[in-house]
């Protein structure tokens, strides 16, 4: 309808809304009345029938899957035997079968198995709770008892009773311990730090309760470990806190010792001194064209003073854009190739401060001694790494600048603190003669390996075992 602003064509534009607004919940309306309708025959209203059945077509009733019915009642009867979710699933997708997403199986779909009445021959309908305004659905909430439709023998039955009763025992205390031990978060220092080196994947915070009196257990464990297991890895976990406290101790140990600070000068002024010529030798070059190209303009001027000619200008324009870019180049390397002193004093005041931090105590302190000096730790099925930033970044470009009375834009964190491989071979001499403790060099690290001398192996027997799952 074309509308205006009289009086009229208001009254009219509410009662066509109106009009479609009826029409769209009386469709609604019909469609779940003729929903329920089915519903109440037990027949599939919409979606795909649960693993272990199928759907008629012609009746659209559920009917038994004979090909999979066997794998629902082993995945019962195993659970109620006490068989852990991960055996399961390996032996589920040992065995071929896949979820209706066409997936291999995981703890997520086990539960889905583990909770669904139909199993247990009960025709539910209409019992999950409306979406909200957004148009999100809350699948944990569930409609009132009168809104929802429950037939008794409605669905053909996979389990007993009694053993559909036995597993919801168990998953109820399951859940019922979880609520009832410590739920506050738990603090991971090494979030993000900590790689697999069977599978590449990273390792993340877990928490497991175990024994007969649930006790808390905290480690580390690979991500590929915790969903599909017939493809999960079976690296080690390791104890939170015995990683945790070990690597800040072997922080402690090699990147506070104070022999490392004269070294990390004296390779300072020599790495300053190798780049100190290739900047020279860059700058040589730069000046080269730059008068190259100021003899081109001077040419093009004199030209156009003899001649007039309009036709020189915008090549004289080109040049001097070039001159410019050049000009600007020579600049910003004479600019980052000017070394400033620094003393073993003004390194010694940096670790000063990253040892407060770490005797401290605080754990937000730990964290950030461990972001500064941790690049990442890899996890072997035999032996742990580890890879040290052996220069503390940031405290030193806050206590040098603080110490030099320099600003922001003059910081040496781009020169001072990279830790380079020419330092890189300064340092990996400091711990030669240490038991147990070989240093490897790398591009960018300081990496410390684990041998196979029998008191570190004791010393590390911890981190890669113990615990549920390992």
Not at 174 to 197: D, F, M, P, Q
Not at 341 to 364: F, H, I, N, P, Q
Not at 400 to 424: A, D, F, H, Q
Request: aromatic share 8%; with cysteine; net charge negative.
């Amino acid at each position: 309808e074309n509308l205006d602003d009289s009086p009229e064509s208001i009254i009219l534009e509410s009662v066509l809304e109106g009009m479609s607004e009826y029409y769209s919940r009386n469709l609604a309306r019909e469609v779940m009345k003729g929903m329920r309708e089915s519903a109440l025959q037990c027949r599939a209203v919409g979606g795909c029938a649960p693993f272990g059945y199928k759907i008629d077509p012609d009746t659209k009733r559920y009917e038994i899957n004979e090909d999979e019915v066997d794998a629902v009642r082993m995945i019962f009867n195993k659970v109620l035997s006490g068989v852990g979710y991960n055996d399961i699933v390996r032996n589920l997708n040992s065995m071929g079968f896949l979820t209706r997403g066409g997936k291999p199986f995981g703890k997520n779909s086990l539960h889905e198995i583990l909770r669904n009445e139909k199993y247990r021959g009960v025709y539910i309908f209409n019992r999950s709770a409306a979406k909200d305004i957004n148009k999100r659905r809350n699948n944990h909430a569930s409609k009132s008892a009168e809104e929802t439709i429950r037939i008794e023998g409605g669905v053909p039955r996979i389990i007993s009773d009694e053993v559909w009763e036995g597993v919801q025992a168990i998953l109820k205390s399951r859940t019922a311990h979880r609520s009832s031990n410590n739920t506050a978060k738990e603090t991971y220092l090494l979030t993000g730090k900590i790689v697999c080196g069977e599978c590449g994947g990273s390792y993340t915070g877990v928490r497991h309760f175990s024994g007969r009196n649930k006790s808390k257990y905290v480690c580390y464990q690979c991500s590929n470990r915790k969903r599909t297991a017939s493809v999960a890895c079976r690296n080690k976990e390791i104890r939170r806190e015995y990683l945790e406290t070990f690597i800040v101790h072997e922080i402690e140990r090699i990147v506070f010792d104070e022999a490392n600070i004269p070294k990390l000068v004296r390779e300072y002024y020599k790495y300053h001194s190798d780049s100190d010529e290739e900047s020279n030798e860059a700058i040589r070059l730069l000046n080269a064209s730059l008068q190259s190209v100021t003899k081109k303009i001077d040419n093009i001027v004199s030209a156009v003073a003899n001649t007039g000619s309009s036709a020189l200008l915008s090549s004289l324009d080109g040049f001097e854009k070039e001159r410019e870019e050049l000009r600007a180049k020579i600049e910003d390397i004479e600019k980052h190739s000017k070394t400033q002193t620094v003393t073993e004093m003004m390194v010694e005041l940096a670790y000063e401060y990253a040892r407060g931090m770490y005797r401290s105590g605080d754990k937000e302190l730990y964290r950030q001694l461990i972001n500064l000096y941790l690049d990442k730790v890899v996890v072997h099925y035999d032996h742990i790494e580890f890879y040290l930033n052996t220069l503390p970044t940031d405290i030193l470009r806050d206590e040098i600048n603080r110490t030099l009375g320099i600003g922001e834009e003059e910081t040496l964190v781009e020169y001072m603190i990279r830790c380079n491989p020419k330092i890189i071979d300064a340092l990996r001499s400091l711990d030669n003669n240490n038991k147990g403790v070989t240093a490897e060099s790398s591009n960018s690290d300081f990496c410390i390996k684990k041998d196979d001398n029998p008191s570190e192996i004791d010393r590390l027997s911890t981190f890669c075992g113990g615990g549920e799952g390992s």
